[in-house]
């Protein structure tokens, strides 16, 4: 079983960045695709980014695209969603996921088996 751990969530301002890190407990780490997505207070788990497991093709959501850059170490196990220009309307638990999806398909929670707890990101403006 893959365990996930997000971290480097907390309070910054309208414009701002933050680096969220998720670390994975398994050494097959290197041989899943990675997601990120995020839910906002009384809002639905949306998509974020995507990576596949070479990080030879990543995915974003509109939204976010030019702002958030993610990206992987496989020798470390661990990924990274790199966030810029931060808005209010990025404030939400962002969590990592782990599996193995086709790319059509990264975009889906659905597409994910594992999952880790979360790590809350809050913008002020």
């Known amino acids: 079983q893959v365990q996930l751990v997000e971290s480097g969530g907390g309070l910054v301002q309208a414009g701002g960045s933050l680096r969220l890190s998720c670390a994975a407990s398994e050494r097959t780490f290197s041989g899943y695709n990675m997601g990120w997505f995020r839910q906002g207070s009384g809002k639905e788990r949306e998509f974020v980014a995507a990576?596949?497991?070479?990080?030879?093709?990543?995915r974003y959501a509109d939204a976010v695209t030019g702002r958030f850059t993610i990206s992987r170490d496989n020798a470390k196990n661990t990924a990274y969603l790199q966030m810029n220009s931060l808005k209010p309307e990025d404030a939400a638990v962002y969590y990592c996921?782990?599996?193995?999806?086709?790319?059509?398909?990264?975009?889906?929670?659905?597409?994910?088996?594992?999952w880790g707890q979360g790590t809350q990101v809050t913008v002020s403006s």
């Open positions: 996921a782990a599996g193995a999806p086709s790319i059509a398909y990264m975009g889906r929670a659905a597409s994910y088996a594992y």
């Open positions: 990576i596949t497991w070479s990080g030879s093709s990543t």
